[in-house]
């Protein structure tokens, strides 16, 4: 799946999967099987609780993307500069995910073994409904288009070209082409700009593999501390590996361009990143 702008930056400072307790729909789950209903009671009420702390520290990234954003806009931003802004963003990411992990081991102490498998299983079933819903809003996508075979080349083109716009970094892509006349200045930008898109790319998929259909060690009763921060690990590795593609296109752009053509890719850039941090 290709990464849309808005999910760029979004992966970068919002919470994101690996960082609640892993488990899709899990205070649903824990409603319809955990039957003691003062056990129950505890266990949402711990359920609620993270929650509203993951909800505080997704606060707190918003405040820091905004402190981010005159650093990336900043001709005369150093690395050094944007290398001091990640060490605080990755050790307070870093604190909330020991936190929140330490959270869902004294939930799972709660929590009866069969129960816990009748939630995972609740939670996989969730994901199956989101899929087929998905799936169906393709194949309703895909017979609309088969059944405009007599729709004009104008029109035909007119919808491409919308498509296209749609695609990650349009703006930017063409704020390159149409700003720098150099044909080698321009791969070069265009190829950090794709650069920036792989990475992100393979942070998505990882988080996307959190789930309980795809990773073993989130499913498991008895999933250790270690093993749940190996997971955060990984995934605070490629957000590493996206963070500093998002550098290196800041610096490649300042490297080829003069002052016009600067603010002209960074107005375009910066309308490709207004993103809503989750």
């Known amino acids: 799946m290709v990464v849309g702008t808005i999910m760029l930056l979004t992966m970068l400072f919002g919470g994101g999967m690996i960082d609640t307790f892993f488990v899709g729909k899990l205070d649903k789950g824990v409603k319809e099987y955990v039957l003691d209903k003062e056990r129950q009671k505890e266990i949402r009420a711990d359920i609620k609780s993270t929650k ?6 997704n606060k707190g990234r918003k405040a820091q993307f905004k402190e ?3 650093i990336f806009e900043s001709r005369t931003a150093t690395r050094d500069d944007f290398e001091t802004f990640y060490t605080e963003l990755h050790n307070d990411r870093v604190e909330f995910q020991n936190e929140v ?3 869902r081991l004294a939930l799972i102490q709660k929590i009866q073994e069969d129960e816990w498998t009748s939630i995972i299983e609740f939670s996989e079933a969730t994901i199956d409904k989101r899929e087929e819903k998905q799936q169906k809003k393709i194949d309703k996508k895909n017979a609309k ?4 075979t007599n729709e004009s080349t104008e029109k035909a083109q007119k919808k491409a070209d919308k498509e296209q716009k749609k695609q990650p970094f349009f703006k930017t892509r063409q704020a390159i082409i149409e700003a720098v006349a150099d044909g080698e200045r321009q791969e070069i930008l265009i190829s950090s700009l794709d650069d920036m898109m792989i990475a992100s790319q393979k ?3 990882e988080l996307r593999s959190i789930n309980v259909k795809e990773n073993d060690v989130i499913v498991r009763f008895d999933a250790t501390q270690e093993e749940m921060k190996q997971i955060a690990e990984e995934v605070n590795k490629l957000r590493r590996s996206s963070f500093e593609k998002l550098i290196q296109i800041h610096m490649i752009i300042k490297e080829n361009t003069d002052e016009s053509q600067w603010d002209t890719i960074l107005k375009a850039l910066n309308k490709d990143l207004d993103i809503a941090i989750r």
């Open 145 to 148: 288009t088969t059944t405009k």
């Open 68 to 70: 981010f954003m005159p």
């Open 52 to 57: 509203k702390y993951i909800k505080q520290f």
């Open 101 to 103: 992990i330490e959270a």
């Open 203 to 205: 942070l998505d998929r």
